[in-house]
C-alpha cells in the first residue's frame, strides 16, 4: 500500500466537490489525507461481496469500478458505474452488510478509508457532512436516472444518454476533454447497463457512428457534437445537481496539461 497523500490539484475527490457544496482549504486538506492508504485492483476484482460487513468505505482514485446484482438465474445486472471521484459504499456506515457487489472494471486505485476517519470528518466538520451527503444523494439521483431510461427512453436514446452522463462526469475530475472521454464498457457490459442484448448494442453502436453522433476509437468515446448528441437523447444534467458546472476552457486545459 502506497501512502503517498494525494495533491489537491489532481485528488479526484476534491475535483469533483468543487462541484457542490462549498469548501474551504481546511476541509480539502482533510479529504486528501482521506486517500492515504490505496491499493490496486485488476479488472474484475471484487472490491465490495454481497454480504460484506463494511469496516470502512471505498474511494476510486483512478479507473472504472460498476456496481452489480446477480439475479437468481446467474444473470448480471450493472446498476452503476463508479468513475474517480466517487465513493463505493458510503451508505454502508449506516446500512450495514452490502446487498450488491462492486467490482473493478479496468485496472482501479481504490482509497480505503476506515470508519472512524469518516465518522470524526463528519461530525467535526458540518460543510464536510454536508459534502459527503451531496455526493450520495447524486449517487441516488444517477439511479432514478438509469432506472427512468430503462423504463421510458428507447434503446439508441438510452446509450446517447449514458454516453452524455459519462463525458461530463469524467469532464469534472479532469479525466475528459471537451468532446471526447475514456469509454472502456465493452458491448456486453453496455447490454448488461441498458437490458439489452449484445447484437442489439452492436447495431445501434453503428447506428450512431453513421449519424455522425459518436465515434469509437481505442476504448474511447468522441462526440463530434456534443449539443447534438444532448439533443438526440434530451439530456438535461439538472440530475447531476451541479452547483457549479465544468467551464468548457478549464476542461480542455485540464486534458491538456493532466493532473
Keep these: 500500500m502506497d501512502a503517498t497523500v494525494l495533491p489537491s490539484r489532481s485528488n479526484p475527490l476534491i475535483l469533483r466537490l468543487r462541484h457542490g457544496p462549498d469548501l474551504d482549504a481546511g476541509d480539502r486538506a482533510l479529504l486528501a489525507d482521506m486517500a492515504r492508504v490505496k491499493r490496486s485492483l485488476d479488472p474484475q476484482q471484487d472490491i465490495v461481496r454481497a454480504g460484506d460487513v463494511a469496516a470502512g468505505v471505498h474511494l476510486i482514485l483512478e479507473g472504472f469500478a460498476f456496481r452489480y446484482k446477480i439475479i437468481d438465474d446467474g444473470q448480471r445486472q450493472i446498476i452503476g458505474l463508479l468513475l474517480p471521484g466517487d465513493f463505493c459504499d458510503l451508505q454502508s456506515i449506516v446500512l450495514g452488510p452490502s446487498d450488491h457487489y462492486i467490482a473493478a472494471l479496468t485496472p482501479c486505485i481504490v482509497a480505503d478509508i476506515p470508519q472512524e476517519q469518516v465518522d470524526s470528518l463528519v461530525f467535526r466538520d458540518s460543510r464536510l457532512a454536508r459534502a459527503l451527503w451531496w455526493a450520495t444523494l447524486v449517487d441516488e439521483s444517477i439511479l432514478r436516472e ?44 453496455l447490454a448488461d447497463i441498458l437490458g439489452i442484448t449484445t447484437i442489439h448494442v452492436s447495431r ?34 439538472a440530475y ?11 476542461v480542455e486545459e485540464a486534458a491538456r496539461t493532466g493532473p
Excluded at 444532448?230 to 438535461?236: H, I, N
Excluded at 447531476?240 to 458546472?245: D, F
Design 240 to 250: 447531476l445537481h451541479l452547483v457549479r458546472m465544468p467551464d468548457p476552457d478549464a
Design 204 to 237: 445501434i453502436l453503428r447506428d450512431l457512428r453513421l449519424a455522425g453522433l459518436i465515434q469509437l476509437k481505442d476504448r474511447r468515446l468522441y462526440i463530434p457534437n456534443v449539443a447534438r448528441l444532448r439533443s438526440f437523447c434530451d439530456f438535461d444534467p
Design 146 to 189: 438509469w432506472l427512468a431510461s430503462m423504463g421510458q427512453r428507447p434503446a439508441d436514446k438510452r446509450i446517447a444518454h449514458l454516453f452524455c452522463e459519462l463525458l461530463l462526469r469524467q469532464q469534472l475530475v479532469g479525466a475528459a476533454g471537451e468532446r471526447d472521454c475514456p469509454l472502456p464498457l465493452t458491448q456486453p457490459m
